[in-house]
């Protein structure tokens, strides 16, 4: 029945292209509900058909240097999504890529997009600036897959927008949507007959789409202690372990089939494709609003405000969201397993009870068996969760208990912020940040997000952020890390006092990249902050400080090589990264140096294995990309002039 189902709905899609693609936009209107059983309602109906008429008689006059059959094929892709989005069509494979007709075409879009994005509220990061030398850059690449069929190039963008970089582009085909349709079949025919992608898979290209720790696992479970990178352990199970068990391995895990697009750098054009796609997006939203709208900018700014304001932080909510309100408490069922519990139940458990509940409030039901397996004071109701076998029996039986104690969780506690002095109910503030403070909670919910995720609002005063920075050392015990702040930040053991200095500090306290833009990296301003003595940070790989032309090391004999570079003149920058391979570098490999097209690597750590494979693998990468590089060992550094006589004889210097 659900083939059967699959294929009738493949057929009406089929159908309802067609009848687009020959201008019956009703037609195709009709198939499409009856595809995806939408809403009858003749006011939306007409609504749609005249939005879609719009869309589909619009001369697009912001897309210049393409052709007439390019334009139409826009068209028709434009009318066609906005057809299955308006319809809430859940088969999303339906959908044609709307980069499709563009692909392999030097168009332009006449529009000030930045501008655009700032109304629409899509944030910075939404748009690649670089977008235009990309175009560029991949025209030529992608000039003859214009010829091609529109459903093919669909075809195309999509597997490139499913492949991961961490397995060299492997797609699965389950993200892509049935191929049991003549027309995608087809596609793939003809994607495959002009070397754009293939099905034809080795036993590594297969490999490449498990995680390193699966690997790792399965070649300990046959014998191999493999170390190194993704590629070099590959290497070793297929050498070492017969193809029959590597292929049930692989089926047992993941059944899917996969396909591999045949481009030249996977992870270069697959942002490509993103960051084109975004734009021609942004551009089709703002047609949308207004053109057909006709909005004023104005009135979309005021709506976006109107959204934000929907969605806003309401700390004097009278219900938690996610907390279940369990009234049936009053008639918990006097069953077998309930009266075992109450006879097991003593005066320790009440004691326990009582303190849970005073720590965890309206998230006693979610932290229940936490509690007992992290803090039980007594075996007995250890005995009980067991006995309970972790079901609802337990948390039922603790709610009724606390109504007969006189306790009610759910009263909320009306609480005044430290920070902005508003009134809040202490449920308002979500579990995930509760837990964080161990549910001492003494901010609103707005006052901790700047705290532990940063605020725009944060001071820009050098002086300041230095003295931010002391504070918090100052506070913790410790020397923070860059991202100690959104990781590893918990507050639960602080003293109230500490918890309200710290918490105030941090929502004064800009980002970590604002730091490394003001004073060049986040060891140097632990420096000119105080935090560090001597100038120098001590780690498990060795003793961090700054070389003298500002470079961050991470070990005293790297900064004798970058002071080396730099009292010889040459120039050089710190932490390149490698090129990307499919299979040799899809983790962004760096290397320590880079001074033209030489790397430059120090290898302290060449007794371990792991260490070891990894300097063999940056070897291997650049021996692939024809990069000279240079490998300087522990015994090295007292000799750099004959190490890296190499510089100075090509001059460089």
Sequence with gaps: ??????????????????????????????????????????????????????????????????????????????????????????????????????????YQLDIDLNSVNKVLGFGDEFLDHNIKQQHQVFLSEFSRVNNLPLLARSLFVRIINCGQVMSGGLSNLRMIGPLET??????????????????????????????LRDLKLFSFENGLDAHGSKHQIIQAITSKIHEAKIRHWLYKHDASSYVRPLVR?????????????????????????????????????????????AYSYRPLDPYRRFARNRTRVKSVRKTKRMQTISEMWNVECDKFLLMAAEKYAWDLELNIIDAINSQAPSERIVEIKSFCNNDLNLIDFCYKRLRDLGVDIHKPKLLTCEGCGIN????????????????????????????????????????????????????????????????NLNLSNLTKENHISLVKTLIDMPAY????????SWLQALIL????????????????????????????????????????????????????????????????????????????????????????????????????????????????????KLLTVNGIL
């Design 1 to 106: 029945m659900k083939l059967a189902r699959e294929l009738r709905v493949n057929k009406r899609y089929s159908e309802a292209w067609n009848a687009l693609s020959l201008g019956h936009l009703e037609k195709a209107y009709g198939l499409i509900r009856r595809a995806s059983a939408g809403s009858t309602d003749k006011q939306f109906r007409q609504k749609l058909l005249d939005e879609l008429h719009w869309f589909q008689h619009y001369k697009y006059p912001e897309l210049k240097n393409i052709s007439d059959k390019t334009k139409y094929e826009f068209t028709l892709v434009t009318t066609w999504n906005h057809l299955l989005t308006e319809k809430d069509v859940q088969d999303s494979w339906a959908l044609r890529e709307i980069l499709s007709p563009l692909l392999g075409t030097s």
């Design 182 to 211: 003549t027309e995608i079949k087809q596609a793939m025919s003809e994607l495959t007959l002009h070397n754009l992608v293939t099905s034809e898979l080795s036993l590594s290209d297969l490999l490449m789409n498990k995680t």
């Design 265 to 309: 750098d996977f992870q270069s054009v697959k942002k490509y494709f993103y960051g084109a796609s975004s734009e021609l997006f942004l551009y089709l939203r703002w047609l949308r609003e207004t053109k057909y709208l006709g909005k004023s900018i104005e009135a979309i700014e005021n709506e976006k405000q109107a959204q934000i304001n």
């Design 424 to 487: 809040y109910f202490g449920w308002s503030i979500e579990k995930g940040i509760a837990e964080r403070v161990g549910y001492q909670i003494y901010f609103c919910k707005q006052c901790y997000v700047k705290a532990f995720w940063g605020s725009r609002d944060a001071t820009k005063d050098k002086e300041k952020m230095l003295e931010h920075l002391y504070n918090v050392a100052n506070v913790l015990g410790t020397v923070p890390t860059g991202t100690y702040r959104n990781r």
């Design 513 to 520: 990249k604002e730091y490394v833009e003001k004073f060049g």
């Design 529 to 644: 902050a105080g935090v560090l003595e001597n100038g120098t940070q001590r780690t498990g790989r060795g003793i961090r400080s700054i070389a003298n032309d500002g470079h961050v090391c991470n070990s005293l004999a790297e900064r004798t090589i970058d002071d080396w570079l730099s009292a010889h003149r040459i120039q050089h920058e710190k932490e390149p990264e490698y090129p990307y391979h499919m299979y040799l570098n899809t983790t962004k490999m760096r290397a320590d140096w880079q001074v033209r097209d030489i790397m430059i690597e120090y290898a302290g750590l060449m007794s371990e294995p792991s260490y070891a494979a990894k300097i063999k693998a940056k070897q291997e990468l650049a021996n692939e990309f024809h990069l000279q590089i240079i490998v300087i060992e522990p015994q090295d550094i007292l000799d750099l002039d004959k190490k890296l």
